[in-house]
């Protein structure tokens, strides 16, 4: 049997949120599922206003097996709660399913997918943005950007105001929430969180004001 080489060939017919979580499960569309535990799918509800698009599923999420979950997580839920977006109602996914990492000791340090693994795992979120069809689509940090809006954009040029996407009507680009986490200054922390929610906000005031009409 040939080596597959995207996630195209493990699409099901069906392509509801939970026939494409099951198949998900079984994807071998790169080498990535080799080395973690499991597919980390996206969750949240269907009619979701909202989506945000992280990079890859970290060491938590790898175990639990769900997006977001990890201390990256937490600041994550700490921002949603202070830009006052409820995080149950938010489509929470990954550009890439399966958690990229390399040892060290006993830990299992973070490894930035390649471009080939990302545009393998792409089938996976572009049947994740038409089941969902969000108004608003938020990148957090530079790999998601790329992923979705092209090579050119840049966390510090484009964060903090609407970018134009075929992918939905209202997009941005913010900083991954594990960014704010490797800062170790108190301040430079405090100011990457505003920032984090900051694009929260905005990204959710023109969802409902499209919404309204
Ligand atoms: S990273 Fe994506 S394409 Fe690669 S095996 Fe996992 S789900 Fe499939």
Known sequence: MSEKTSAADFLPDGRSLRTLRQAALDCRGCELWKDATQTVFGAGPRKAKLMLVGEQPGDKEDL?????VGPA???????????????????LTNAVKHFKWRPQGKRRLHQTPRAGEITACRPWLDAELEAVHPVGLLALGATAGKALFGAKVRVGKDRGRLLESPLAPVAGLTLHPSAVLRLRDHDEREEATATLVEDLRMLAGAVAEREAG
Do not use: M, T
């Open 64 to 68: 639990e097996g769900e997006p977001f």
């Open 73 to 91: 997580g937490r600041v994550l839920d700490q921002a949603l709660d202070a830009a006052e977006i409820a995080r149950d109602d938010v489509y």
